[in-house]
């Protein structure tokens, strides 16, 4: 059974930073493209970063260029977010989901499987 499950969300200020984790149980990671997205309330879910199997090919949303960096643990068991400067509209619950492809894609549909989600809120 694959398993994604996201840690790494909570609250902080505006400007500061924030890991996000997937650890990934019943899949290798080497072996699927995965993707960052995150939905704010009535919003819909939008496409944050993604990165190729391989983990040499990254590619990033207007919203995370500059600030956010993908990518993915030594073992190949965890996908990373890391976010710097931290904007309050930055606020939403943020998923990691996994393609079996060796290329990332922005589309939501494209994707196989997801985690269940993770809180980051970014106060003003």
């Known amino acids: 059974q694959v398993q994604l499950v996201e840690s790494g969300g909570g609250l902080v200020q505006a400007g500061g930073s924030l890991r996000l984790s997937c650890a990934a149980s019943?899949?290798?990671?080497?072996?699927?493209?995965m993707g960052w997205f995150r939905q704010a309330p009535g919003k819909e879910r939008e496409f944050v970063a993604g990165?190729?199997?391989?983990?040499?090919?990254?590619y990033y949303g207007d919203s995370a260029k500059g600030r956010f960096t993908i990518s993915k643990g030594n073992a190949k068991k965890a996908l990373y977010l890391q976010m710097n400067s931290l904007r309050p509209e930055d606020t939403a619950v943020y998923y990691c989901?996994?393609?079996?492809?060796?290329?990332?894609?922005?589309?939501?549909?494209?994707?196989?499987?997801w985690g269940q989600g993770t809180q980051v809120t970014v106060s003003a």
């Open positions: 989901a996994a393609r079996r492809s060796s290329y990332y894609s922005a589309d939501i549909d494209e994707y196989d499987y």
């Open positions: 019943g899949l290798t990671l080497s072996s699927y493209a």
């Open positions: 990165i190729s199997w391989s983990g040499s090919s990254t």
